[in-house]
């Protein structure tokens, strides 16, 4: 077998310092174009691979973040974690990547393997149900950590998210000024922040408009396809269907579209619906939904930033940033149906 080839290999090949070898690996802007391009040939040439956990060691820091989502095939948080690796990327610094898929004990046992590789700082979306506990626990670990898109009370840490009650606010009154009153709010759920969040600006709006909150028109179902298809049958069920739909997000939303076409129920002229987080797939949809802007990518280079600065300054006070929705007006959302003079009663 071939010896390994080693940073004094490269050096001795290049001609130039070890030091000079590490700086080049480690994209040091000291260096100069014609020295830079000399080692990474030789490095090429022969073959060399950094031994990062060598220079880890040396340094006495891992250059290792993690990121714990709580459900990386729902589309928003994968956005958000593309966010994150841009400016980790940047940072120099190296993504662990874990998918808590919503389970609480799933989420723990990823955060105890990070303690175990000794990671710089963790960004955590917790998942539905996460107890104040559970945070606590990583904090007593002494890891900067940084809660993004979802908080849980009580844990005074750092928190970068979207105000999701004054999304919800936009969507619920975009709809009254519509016209419409018998609104429902589709996902209801008391397990996240985001869901007590959003729930409570669509009470809101509902109040400051005069318009009583039905509980019948209130589904607590999961965040899914299934469900928001489910919650429109169920609703459609009842003697008196709503005119319009407030969902939880845009993958619910998506269902209900797809439930409401189901029973032959014309989106945007005899019900309207609206999502939230206005992934990709939003504008694509026939009719195109009507949604609450969030800036995924954005939290999460904000949140990457955060937890830079907290490893910097392990010390410093606890900082949350609010990033604002805008609400994007597509065919989904129409007038109610008496407005028009036509359509189903109500």
């Known amino acids: ?107 723990a046992r990823f955060l105890a393997t990070l303690r175990e590789y000794n990671v710089e700082g963790v960004l955590l979306m917790p998942a539905v149900g996460t107890p104040r506990a559970a945070v606590d626990e990583v904090r007593a670990w002494h890891v900067p950590l940084v809660m993004v898109t979802r908080y849980v009370a009580g844990v005074r840490c750092d928190y970068v998210g979207n105000d999701n009650r004054l999304g919800s606010v936009l969507a619920t009154r975009h709809l009254l000024d519509l016209g419409h009153r018998r609104i429902a709010f589709v996902g209801h759920n008391r397990g996240t922040s985001t869901g007590r969040d959003r729930f409570a600006g669509y009470r809101s709006a509902l109040t400051g408009a005069g318009v009583a909150l039905a509980a019948e028109l209130v589904v607590e179902c999961a965040a899914s396809r299934q469900s928001g298809f489910d919650a429109v049958r169920q609703l459609f069920a009842a003697p008196r269907p709503p005119t319009a739909v407030v969902c939880f997000n845009d993958l619910l939303a998506f269902g209900a579209l797809l439930g409401l076409q189901h029973l032959g129920v014309a989106v945007g002229r005899e019900c309207s619906v609206v999502g939230a987080d206005d992934i990709a797939e939003s504008a694509l949809w026939t009719p195109a939904l009507t949604t609450v802007a969030v800036d995924a990518e954005g939290i999460g280079r904000t949140a990457a930033r955060v937890l830079w600065q907290r490893i910097e300054d392990p010390g410093g006070s606890p900082v949350r940033k609010i990033l604002a929705p805008t609400l994007v007006v597509r065919t989904s959302s129409g007038p109610a149906p008496r407005q028009r003079g036509k359509g189903r009663t109500i």
């Open 1 to 107: 077998m071939k010896r390994r080839v080693t940073l004094k290999d490269v050096a001795r090949f290049a001609g130039v310092a070890t030091g000079t070898v590490s700086m080049v690996m480690n994209n040091s802007p000291l260096v100069a174009a014609a020295t830079r391009e000399r080692v990474l040939r030789v490095i090429r040439e022969r073959g060399y691979v950094y031994h990062r956990a060598a220079a880890q060691l040396r340094k006495k820091r891992t250059d290792i973040v993690g990121v714990s989502t709580c459900d990386l095939l729902n589309p928003y948080f994968a956005e958000v974690a593309a966010g994150v690796e841009q400016i980790l990327e940047e940072q120099g610094r190296v993504l662990v990547l874990g998918n808590a898929r919503e389970s609480p004990a799933r989420q």
